[in-house]
């Protein structure tokens, strides 16, 4: 079954730093585009990072600078180091499997950021 | 930037009824546009794909039309388990993708 599972998440006080983990099951992380997408409480959908097949990596203006997106392709899992986290970082992480469109999904993470 | 516009923000329909959602990128975005479900405390769900395709497993009665700078997702007849919020989303400008804001769809 072709599956994304997503831990890590946390309460965390700002400036404070947290690693996501997505493990994936059914696909090889390192042969896929791989995204981050966030969703604030009560909220859109904010694309956040993606990691290309080739190890490209590109990122949001809201993070670029502060979070760091990779892949460990012995444990076939994807990773989201955010550093210097703020408020408005506070949401549900999603990683996705990502061609153009973001076809599997992982179930979400949740991270706050408060003191 | 491109920028993706999403109306209505909200909607309220009755059961059966013919639903349409419309997104408006702010350029030419040919057909790199995708539609989403997410109920609630859910992950979203792809359903459509390049506009107007259907994904695997989704059911007939959404479809997806539209290329350039205007598109509409249309649920032919509504049913109860279709009560969710639904997304728009362009990849015209790779590595950039962006969302719509959103149409929370409700039951009449």
């Known amino acids: 079954e072709v599956q994304l599972v997503e831990s890590g998440g946390g309460l965390i006080q700002p400036g404070g730093s947290l690693r996501l983990s997505c493990a994936a099951s059914g696909f090889t992380v390192s042969s896929n585009y791989m995204s981050w997408v966030r969703q604030a409480p009560g909220k859109g959908l904010e694309w956040v990072s993606v990691i290309y097949s080739g190890g490209s990596t590109y990122y949001a203006d809201s993070v670029k600078g502060r979070f760091t997106i990779s892949r460990d392709n012995s444990k076939n899992t994807l990773y989201l180091q955010m550093n210097s986290l703020r408020a408005e970082d506070t949401a549900v992480y999603y990683c996705?499997?990502?061609?153009?469109?973001?076809?599997?999904w992982g179930q979400g993470t949740m991270v706050t950021v408060s003191s | 930037d491109i920028q993706m516009t999403q109306s209505p923000s909200s909607l309220s329909a009755s059961v059966g009824d013919r639903v349409t959602i419309t997104c408006q990128a702010s350029q030419d975005i040919s057909n790199y546009l995708n539609w989403y479900q997410q109920k609630p405390g859910k992950a979203p769900k792809l359903l459509i794909y390049?506009?107007?395709n259907l994904e695997t497993g989704v059911p007939s009665r959404f479809s997806g039309s539209g290329s350039g700078t205007d598109f509409t997702f249309t649920i032919s007849s509504l049913q109860p388990e279709d009560i969710a919020t639904y997304y728009c989303?362009?990849?015209?400008?790779?590595?950039?993708?962006?969302f719509g804001q959103g149409t929370k769809l409700e039951i009449k």
């Open positions: 989303q362009q990849y015209d400008n790779l590595p950039l993708y962006t």
């Open positions: 996705a499997r990502t061609s153009g469109a973001f076809d599997i």
């Open positions: 390049d506009a107007s």
